[in-house]
């Protein structure tokens, strides 16, 4: 079965860096849209980045330009390079594929 395992959250401080990954298993990463999300505390779930098959990529306006989705088709992963962070950062962060299929998220907190 498909399965994405998020890793790489934890506590940073305002300008700080984090790397997630995304483990891809069950399916053939080349075959996938994939889509960083991001839900807040009382928040809605807000897509944060994209990236097509072919590697073109999106991103909400509140990361652009801080934020880059990448991926290694011939590893089945996905990262999200977060750069620059906010406390507004501050969230779930999960990673979902084309399929529908979701991970269990890794927590990110920017916080001094």
């Known amino acids: 079965q498909v399965q994405l395992v998020e890793s790489g959250g934890g506590l940073v401080q305002p300008g700080g860096s984090l790397r997630l990954s995304c483990a891809v298993s069950?399916?053939?990463?080349?075959?996938?849209?994939m889509y960083w999300y991001r839900q807040a505390p009382g928040k809605d779930r807000e897509l944060v980045a994209g990236?097509?098959?072919?590697?073109?990529?999106n991103y909400a306006d509140s990361v652009k330009g801080r934020f880059t989705i990448s991926r290694d088709n011939d590893k089945n992963m996905v990262y999200l390079q977060m750069n620059s962070l906010k406390p507004e950062d501050t969230a779930v962060y999960y990673c979902?594929?084309?399929?529908?299929?979701w991970g269990q998220g890794t927590q990110v907190t920017v916080s001094s």
């Open positions: 979902k594929n084309s399929g529908g299929y």
């Open positions: 069950g399916t053939r990463l080349s075959f996938n849209v």
């Open positions: 990236i097509s098959s072919g590697g073109s990529t």
